[in-house]
């Protein structure tokens, strides 16, 4: 089946220094990966996405980009901000065309904290 | 923004009773989740409806644990009877399916058994 492994947490970094957290994935096929951030006391939010290989997605500074040859999509930042401490969980979803099952499989989740 | 909206966001309930949260998708979303969080086993789905037709349930604990979609603009999840071990927070997310999207999540509701 589908899964997903994040690198554990906690990670505390200083403002302005670089993010990186790590996930690599086991699916068939070529599925759609996604990267999900969740703030204290709130739902997740789509942080961005990439549908294919070689793709990459950004956002807010963010960047991940999809590595087929290593089943990988890291995060990264180059320079956090103390705004930017909640927890990260990495996902995918299958793309098999034509089906119907598009659930998502989330990691474990990595809580970054950013001290000032 | 157009959001997801679940209710209660909180509820704290003794063992044996029956609960149920709801949740109002995205006008026009055609596929709904229920995640289960909790720090043990962090985010497990529950239930996964499409054009308000389950798709997938494995992961609810049968015995128990029930989801519908009796419109398309609420779906439920209901526990009865509940337990300590429910105690988790519970997100309803919505979407268009598909391989290029994402999901809209709500707030959730913490669920508290005693």
């Known amino acids: 089946g589908n899964s997903v492994t994040q690198m554990e947490g906690p990670v505390t970094l200083s403002e302005e220094a670089f993010l990186t957290i790590n996930c690599t994935y086991t699916a068939t096929g070529y599925p759609s990966l996604f990267w999900y951030v969740q703030y204290p006391g709130e739902g997740l939010q789509l942080l961005l996405k990439?549908?294919?290989?070689?793709d990459k997605g950004s956002n807010k500074g963010f960047e991940a980009t999809y590595r087929k040859e290593t089943t990988s999509f890291h995060l990264e930042k180059g320079s956090v901000q103390v705004s930017d401490s909640a927890v990260y969980f990495c996902a995918l979803s299958p793309n098999n065309s034509g089906g119907s099952n598009y659930k998502l499989t989330f990691g474990k989740g990595t809580l970054l904290t950013v001290n000032p | 923004d157009a959001r997801v909206t679940q209710t209660p966001r909180h509820k704290v309930t003794e063992m044996g009773q029956e609960v149920t949260m709801r949740c109002q998708p995205i006008?026009?979303?055609?596929?709904v989740f229920w995640y289960r969080q909790t720090m043990m086993q962090g985010l497990e789905l529950l239930a996964y409806f499409r054009n308000r037709a389950p798709l997938d349930d494995s992961g609810m604990p049968k015995d128990r644990f029930s989801a519908e979609m009796p419109d398309a603009t609420l779906a439920t999840l209901k526990i009865q009877p509940s337990e300590p071990r429910d105690s988790a927070v519970y997100f309803c997310?919505?979407?268009?399916?598909?391989?290029?999207?994402?999901?809209?999540f709500g707030s959730g509701t913490r669920l508290t058994v005693v």
């Open positions: 006008l026009g979303h055609n596929t």
């Open positions: 997310a919505s979407g268009l399916g598909g391989p290029n999207y994402g999901y809209t």
């Open positions: 990439a549908t294919k290989a070689d």
